[in-house]
């Protein structure tokens, strides 16, 4: 889905797209941290979809080809490419898949 659709979607259900602020409120759950889960990129295993060691491991299982190999994580969740809606942990105000897994559309891109 393009953040064009996602938009009209909205629209058309009297909705909208969060503010980058307000997705960043929302993804941080009231944490100080760097990240929402802690202060090291090891404490989001088991909470986040992301190009990590296990997409890195099973690249012939993705559909299309991956190149950007930018944000490689040393974690691993089990997933090649996307996962089922909350099959990993929710922030602490109870939100699944707010980092990774699909694209995070804001309003103003």
Same mark, same amino acid.
């Given at each position: 889905m393009s953040w064009q659709q $996602?938009?009209?979607?909205? /629209? =058309?259900?009297? @909705? &909208? @797209?969060?503010?980058? &602020?307000?997705?960043?409120? $929302? $993804? =941080?759950?009231? #944490?100080? #941290?760097?990240f929402? #889960? /802690? $202060? #090291?990129v090891g404490t989001m295993d088991g909470y986040v979809n992301v190009s990590d060691a296990y997409l890195h491991e099973h690249q012939g299982e993705v559909p299309y080809p991956i190149t950007n190999f930018s944000f490689q994580l040393e974690i691993h969740d089990g997933s090649a490419t996307t996962a089922p809606v909350a099959s990993y942990k929710p922030n602490a105000f109870g939100l699944y898949d707010m980092i990774g897994n699909v694209m995070e559309w804001c309003d103003g891109y």
């Open positions: $996602a938009s009209e979607f909205c /629209g =058309r259900n009297h @909705l &909208a @797209l969060p503010t980058e &602020a307000e997705w960043e409120y $929302a $993804a =941080r759950a009231g #944490t100080t #941290t760097p929402f #889960t /802690g $202060a #090291t």
